[in-house]
C-alpha cells in the first residue's frame, strides 16, 4: 500500500454511533475525568461518580426492555412470596404446638430417643409420677386419622383424669369416660363435619358417640377429636403404648433458677426411664414430627420456586449482556476496567432480585392475611407479619440476584473491546 492510499484510510470519518449507544452511554461518561465538562464533578471522588454513572446504566437497561423486566419481577416475585407464606405457616403451625403445651401448663415431653419410633410403655407413667419433682404426669397419643373422605383431624387419646382438660371449655355436652366409645369434638371441626352433641361419628368404621363440643387452647385443639386414651389405643392397634408423656413439674424452690430446675428435673426423669428423653415443651414444639414435615415442605417448595426465579433473573441478565455487547466493548474502549462492568451487571441483578423481594413480601403478606381469615387456618396463622421473616426474605431475594447475575457478569467482564466493538 502506498503513502497517499494510507493517508487517504486514515482520512476517512469513524463511523457514527446508532443514537441508541449514544443514549445508552451518556449517563457514564462522567465518570472519566477527561470527559467531564464540570470542575465540580471532577472535585468528587471516582467511587462517588461511578456510583452515579452505574444507577444511570442500570435504569436505563432495565427500562429499555420493560416487559422483560416485568416478567423477571414477577417471576422473582412469586418465588419470594411462596417462601413468605409457606415458611410464615410453618413457622406460625410451631407456634401453635407451643400454645398448646403453655395453655396446659406442660413443662416436659417424654418420647423416644428416635425420632421416628415415637412409641413408649404406658406404665413408665407410674415412675414419673414418684419423682420428687413431677406433679402431673398424663399419657397420651395423637395421630391424624381420616374421619370423612374430605376432612381429616388429628386424634389425641387422654385419660379422663388428665390435667390436659384445663386447657378446655366445654360449650357443650360432658367429659368422656374411659373405656367409653365416646369422642369430644373441637368447635372448628364440628362445624367442618356438621356434628353436634349427641351425633354419632365414625372413625375407622367404629361408631362414636359425640358427647362434647369444646373451644381448645390452641387451633390443634379446636380442630381436634379427643377421645379415651384406651379406645385410641385399641384403634391404633398400640394396647399398652403411648405417643408420649406430658409432665408437669412442681414449682422450684426457693433460690433455685428455672433453667436449673428444669435441667435437674430431665436428670431425674431420664435416670428413671432410661432408653428414653425428657424434653422441654418449647423444644419438643419445633421437633415433633409435624412441625419438622411443615418445615420440611415450606422449605423444599420455597427452593424450588426460588430457584426458578433465580433461573429467570440470570436469563434476563445473559440476553442483556449479549443484546449490549457492543456497547460493553464501547464502554471498555472508554476506560471502564472489567471489574466495573461486573460491577454494573451485578447491579442491575441485585436491582432485579430486590424489586422482586418487595413484591414476594407483598404477595406472601396478601397470603398469610387470607390464611388468618379462614375459619379452618385462623386459630394457626396470625395477622402479625414477623419482621424476621421480611427480613429473611429479603435477604434471600438480594442473594438470588448476586447468584442470578455471577456468570452473565463475568461473561461480559471478559469481552475483549475490539471482539465486542465488531459484535453485530
Given at each position: 500500500m502506498s503513502s497517499f492510499q494510507s493517508l487517504k484510510e486514515i482520512d476517512k470519518p469513524f463511523p457514527t454511533l446508532p443514537h441508541r449507544w449514544t443514549r445508552s452511554i451518556e449517563a457514564g461518561l462522567s465518570w472519566h475525568p477527561a470527559l467531564s465538562r464540570s470542575k465540580?464533578?471532577?472535585?468528587?471522588?471516582?467511587?462517588?461518580?461511578?456510583?452515579?454513572s452505574f444507577i444511570g446504566f442500570v435504569r436505563k437497561n432495565l427500562w429499555r426492555r420493560r416487559l422483560r423486566t416485568l416478567l423477571t419481577l414477577c417471576g422473582i416475585g412469586m418465588a419470594i412470596g411462596a417462601f413468605v407464606g409457606l415458611v410464615g405457616f410453618s413457622n406460625a403451625f410451631e407456634q401453635s404446638w407451643l400454645r398448646l403445651y403453655t395453655s396446659s401448663g406442660t413443662d416436659i415431653a417424654i418420647i423416644q430417643q428416635t425420632f421416628l419410633n415415637t412409641s413408649l410403655p404406658e406404665s413408665a407413667t407410674a415412675k414419673v409420677t414418684a419423682l420428687p419433682t413431677v406433679a402431673q404426669a398424663t399419657p397420651m397419643i395423637y395421630?391424624?386419622?381420616?374421619?370423612?373422605?374430605?376432612?381429616?383431624?388429628?386424634?389425641?387419646?387422654?385419660?379422663?383424669?388428665?390435667?390436659?382438660?384445663?386447657s378446655l371449655q366445654l360449650l357443650s355436652g360432658r367429659p368422656f369416660h374411659d373405656g367409653q366409645p365416646e369422642v369430644m369434638l373441637g368447635e372448628l371441626l364440628s362445624g367442618s363435619l356438621h356434628k353436634k352433641t349427641g351425633d354419632t361419628l365414625e372413625i375407622q368404621g367404629s361408631p362414636f358417640k359425640v358427647v362434647a363440643i369444646y373451644h381448645g387452647g390452641s387451633a390443634l385443639e379446636t380442630g381436634a377429636v379427643i377421645m379415651p386414651l384406651d379406645q385410641l389405643q385399641q384403634l391404633s392397634s398400640l394396647q399398652g403404648k403411648v405417643s408420649t408423656i406430658h409432665v408437669r413439674l412442681r414449682p422450684a424452690p426457693a433460690g433455685e433458677a428455672p433453667d436449673e430446675y428444669l435441667k435437674r428435673a430431665q436428670a431425674q426423669i431420664e435416670a428413671a426411664l432410661p432408653g428414653l428423653r425428657a424434653v422441654p415443651a418449647a423444644e419438643r414444639a419445633g421437633n415433633n414430627q409435624f412441625v419438622r414435615l411443615a418445615h420440611a415442605s415450606a422449605w423444599g417448595t420455597s427452593s424450588i420456586a426460588l430457584l426458578i426465579g433465580i433461573l429467570g433473573i440470570a436469563n434476563t441478565m445473559a440476553m442483556s449482556v449479549f443484546e449490549r455487547t457492543r456497547e460493553i466493548g464501547i464502554l471498555r474502549a472508554l476506560g471502564w476496567k472489567r471489574g466495573q462492568i461486573?460491577?454494573?451487571?451485578?447491579?442491575?441483578?441485585?436491582?432485579?432480585?430486590?424489586?422482586?423481594?418487595?413484591?414476594?413480601?407483598?404477595?406472601?403478606?396478601?397470603?398469610?392475611?387470607?390464611?388468618?381469615?379462614?375459619?379452618?387456618?385462623?386459630?394457626?396463622?396470625?395477622?402479625?407479619?414477623?419482621?424476621?421473616?421480611v427480613a429473611e426474605a429479603f435477604g434471600i431475594s438480594i442473594l438470588a440476584g448476586l447468584i442470578a447475575g455471577a456468570i452473565p457478569a463475568w461473561r461480559g467482564a471478559q469481552l475483549s473491546p475490539v471482539e465486542a466493538l465488531r459484535h453485530d
Open positions: 465540580t464533578v471532577r472535585t468528587h471522588s471516582d467511587f462517588m461518580t461511578a456510583q452515579l395421630n391424624v386419622m381420616d374421619l370423612t373422605p374430605e376432612v381429616n383431624a388429628l386424634v389425641y387419646g387422654w385419660k379422663a383424669d388428665s390435667y390436659e382438660f384445663e461486573m460491577i454494573l451487571i451485578q447491579l442491575e441483578a441485585c436491582v432485579l432480585g430486590v424489586g422482586g423481594g418487595f413484591l414476594g413480601i407483598a404477595v406472601g403478606w396478601g397470603a398469610l392475611q387470607l390464611l388468618a381469615a379462614m375459619p379452618q387456618t385462623a386459630g394457626i396463622v396470625s395477622a402479625t407479619f414477623p419482621l424476621p421473616l
